[in-house]
Structure formats: structure tokens, C-alpha cells
């Protein structure tokens, strides 16, 4: 399929939008390196910027928006390692792991909205909710597995015992049933009684229904 010149200066315009967040977020990080205490650690310091590298390389077909949220939430997540405001300001990690999981909520709905996009079906709001909220607390579950095995591998103390791994994903978990809960209220419209029966009856939507809660048009190829 042919880009046409519209199209092209768009997706230029959002790559440069990209690369602008990252080179911000990689000169926080080097910021926060500079000035780091004594006891932080060069693992510490290198992982947060190659953590920047990999959202460019995984994310980069993400909205922009999605893009610096993650970017932000990396920010956030190097300040408390590098600045150490992990150990300065208690409760700190509670708000990281919170903030992750409005944040992952988001990717979420941009996953299942490309993934149904694909395969050219209609995101029924049900569903993109649900396994929005689903990926969400899989993430928060997932990074403390990471965390333990970095424990184990290791040695770095990253985790401080069951009551520090389960504060952590019940806070993600909390983040993502909030964003479970906005999204909700945001497509409220959408979940009346007779559209709720047709959904688990499993009979396809009325002809002209053929938009998303935002109003955008499903494209055959993406979302």
C-alpha cells in the first residue's frame, strides 16, 4: 500500500516526537547519574539508560503518548534507584509500582485495539477493558519475578522480603483496576443492558456500529 505524502510527514513527525522524549529522558538519567550518591552502584546507572534504549526499540510504534508515559515511568523508576529515593522517601515504591500500572493499563488497550485492528474485528469496549486490566497485573507480576531472579542471579538485594514483593504488585494491581475503572466510566455509553445480553450471547454488533468509544474508525491493517 502506497504512503502518501500526508501520511509520510506524519510518521516523521511522530518519529522525531520519539526521538525527543528519549534524548529527554536519557538526559535526566544522566542528570541523576552526575549527581547520584556515592553508594550507587554503575549497574544502576547503565541499566536506566539502556532501559531508555529498549523502550526506543520495543515501543516504537506506540502513540506518542504511551511512549513518554513509559518514558516517565523509567524516569521515576531511575530516580529511585541512582538518586536512592527508594530508601529516602518511604512509600515511594508503592507510587512507582502504581503509577506502572495506569501506565501498562494504557499500552494494554493499545495492544488489544491493534491486535483486533489486524484481524479487522471490532474492539468491543468489554473486551479491550478487560484485557487491559489482564496484561496490567500480568506486568506487575511479572517484573517481581524478574526482580527475584536478579535477587538470585545476582545478589543485589533488590527485594526485601514477602511483605516488600507483595506491597508492590498489590499497588500495580491497584493501578491497574483504577484505570479498569476510568475506562469504564469513559465508555459508560457503551454498556447498556441490551448491548451487555448480545455480547455474552456472542451476535455481532448492529450494522453502522463500526466505531471505537473514541469515535475513530477501525482500519483493516492497524488501530
Request: some cysteine; charged content about 20%; proline content about 4%.
Amino acid at each position: 500500500m502506497k504512503v502518501t505524502l500526508s501520511e509520510w510527514k506524519g510518521n516523521k513527525v511522530e518519529a522525531l516526537r520519539r526521538l525527543a522524549v528519549s534524548l529527554g529522558a536519557l538526559a535526566v538519567i544522566i542528570l541523576f547519574s552526575v549527581f547520584a550518591p556515592p553508594q550507587t552502584e554503575l549497574f544502576d546507572k547503565v541499566g536506566m539508560a539502556l532501559a531508555i534504549l529498549a523502550l526506543a526499540i520495543f515501543l516504537c510504534r506506540f502513540p506518542v503518548g504511551a511512549y513518554l508515559m513509559a518514558n516517565l515511568l523509567t524516569v521515576c523508576a531511575a530516580a529511585g534507584s541512582i538518586l536512592k529515593f527508594y530508601d529516602r522517601f518511604p512509600g515511594y515504591d508503592r507510587v512507582v509500582h502504581f503509577i506502572s500500572g495506569l501506565i501498562l493499563g494504557y499500552i494494554g488497550v493499545y495492544l488489544v485495539r491493534w491486535l483486533f485492528g489486524r484481524l479487522s474485528l471490532y474492539p468491543e469496549p468489554f473486551v479491550v477493558i478487560l484485557f487491559a486490566g489482564l496484561f496490567s497485573f500480568a506486568c506487575a507480576g511479572f517484573w517481581e519475578i524478574i526482580e527475584f531472579l536478579t535477587d538470585c542471579v545476582m545478589h543485589m538485594g533488590v527485594q526485601h522480603g514477602n511483605t516488600d514483593t507483595m506491597g508492590d504488585i498489590v499497588a500495580g494491581y491497584l493501578g491497574g483496576v483504577c484505570f479498569q475503572l476510568h475506562k469504564l466510566f469513559e465508555s459508560r455509553k457503551f454498556f447498556t443492558k441490551d448491548r451487555i445480553h448480545s455480547f455474552f450471547k456472542g451476535e455481532t454488533l448492529p450494522a453502522g456500529k463500526d466505531e471505537t468509544p473514541e469515535g475513530e474508525k477501525i482500519p483493516a491493517g492497524k488501530v
